[in-house]
Nanobody, 125 residues
Framework: QVQLVESGGGLVQAGGSLRLSCAAS????????MGWFRQAPGKEREFVAA????????LTARFVQGRFTISRDNAKNTVFLQMNSLKPEDTAVYYC??????????????????WGQGTQVTVSS
């Protein structure tokens, strides 16, 4: 089993940047593909970005392409989400998730087995 702890959320003005981190403990971090999701009030949780085990392949949702970048440091058991040019509609709780089953870039909630507790990102206009 793996435990995931997100950090780096906060309040930022539109156009600003934040870098989210997700620290993993437990089983070997490099054996998990990782993803970031977000959930805004009153909305369903949605896919943001995913990265394979080595970090060599990534996938980002169309609505964040060119603004958000996912990366990982397997030596530090951490996955990152760099968020630039933030918009008020990016306001949400952001979650990281781990997929131990495949090396794929999964985009659906049920494809991830482990989840962090989430970190709040608020973008003011």
């Amino acid at each position: 089993q793996v435990q995931l702890v997100e950090s780096g959320g906060g309040l930022v003005q539109a156009g600003g940047s934040l870098r989210l981190s997700c620290a993993a403990s437990g089983r070997t971090f490099s054996s998990y593909a990782m993803g970031w999701f977000r959930q805004a009030p009153g909305k369903e949780r949605e896919f943001v970005a995913a990265i394979n085990r080595s970090g060599g392949t990534t996938l980002t949702a169309r609505f964040v392409q060119g603004r958000f970048t996912i990366s990982r440091d397997n030596a530090k058991n951490t996955v990152f989400l760099q968020m630039n040019s933030l918009k008020p509609e990016d306001t949400a709780v952001y979650y990281c998730a781990a997929d131990p089953a495949t090396n794929g870039l999964r985009t659906r909630n049920y494809e991830y087995e482990y989840w962090g507790q989430g970190t709040q990102v608020t973008v003011s206009s």
